[in-house]
């Protein structure tokens, strides 16, 4: 460093206080593109995953009704309004988890898809099997609840299937959850880690480049005095 002994002491100070700024502005600089990343991550679980657990829970929802208006309907086969009443509110909370099922589809990734088409599949195959009841109770062919449950039966594996879907669904969302937050500790870490780093190190070179240029300004001065 002897290039700093031709330098004037004021340009030495602003040499100084220059690496000083720079210092500072590579920690904030540092500091918020750590930040700017941590931020997008937790944008992207927010609109996407943590969106596809509460679609999940309002679809869950969906299935619990389902299954109650149906329990309603098959109750009340001898009285025709009742009967049409809860099979109209049947249908609409069919056709609204349908709708739901569509708009979780584009919410998640594609290995997720397979899932969502065997729920897809579980819920048509139940309504096909409750639709082909009602028409039995129409004809006459089926009068009482029990004679409606036990034609359910068979159907009743597309209900299982359709809840199996539901679960796997919801662990991998529930899994990719986890690993967001993770990621999101994990970077606040390293960005911690580095703002550190990066802020030892600029005071490191701003004490090495101070003590430096006080050893010159001071042999200077003791030249001066020992001339004088």
């Known amino acids: 460093m002897n290039w700093i002994s031709h330098l004037s002491t004021r340009a030495k100070l602003a040499l100084l206080l220059?690496?000083?700024?720079?210092?500072?502005?590579?920690?904030?600089t540092t500091a918020l593109l750590g930040l700017?990343?941590?931020?997008?991550?937790?944008?992207?679980?927010?609109?996407?995953?943590v969106a596809a657990v509460r679609g999940l829970g309002e679809l869950r929802?969906?299935?619990?009704?389902?299954?109650r208006f149906e329990k309603d309907m098959f109750?009340?086969?001898?009285?025709?309004a009742e009967l049409n009443r809860y099979l109209e509110a049947?249908?609409?909370?069919?056709?609204?988890?349908?709708?739901?099922?569509?708009?979780?589809?584009?919410?998640?990734?594609?290995?997720?898809?397979?899932?969502?088409d065997q729920l897809k599949a579980g819920l048509d195959g139940y309504r096909k099997a409750v639709e082909a009841i009602h028409v039995g109770i129409t004809r006459g062919e089926i009068n009482d609840p029990w004679r409606a449950n036990k034609m359910l039966e068979p159907a009743k594996v597309h209900v299982r299937s359709a809840d199996e879907a539901l679960g796997t669904i919801k662990q991998k969302v529930t899994d990719?959850?986890?690993?967001t937050v993770l990621a999101l500790g994990e970077t606040r870490r390293q960005v911690l880690t580095i703002t550190v780093v990066a802020a030892l190190a600029s005071l490191a070179l701003a004490l090495g480049l101070g003590y430096v240029i006080g050893q010159r300004i001071e042999g200077r001065a003791v030249?001066?005095?020992g001339h004088a």
């Open 176 to 179: 990719r959850v986890d690993q």
């Open 75 to 80: 109750l009340n086969l001898a009285d025709d």
């Open 36 to 49: 700017r990343t941590a931020v997008t991550e937790a944008d992207s679980m927010v609109n996407q995953e």
């Open 18 to 28: 220059g690496l000083c700024a720079l210092g500072i502005a590579v920690v904030a």
């Open 90 to 116: 049947w249908r609409q909370q069919v056709d609204q988890g349908v709708e739901r099922l569509a708009a979780l589809k584009l919410l998640l990734p594609a290995e997720d898809h397979a899932a969502i």
């Open 61 to 67: 929802a969906d299935v619990g009704n389902m299954r």
């Open 223 to 225: 030249e001066t005095f």
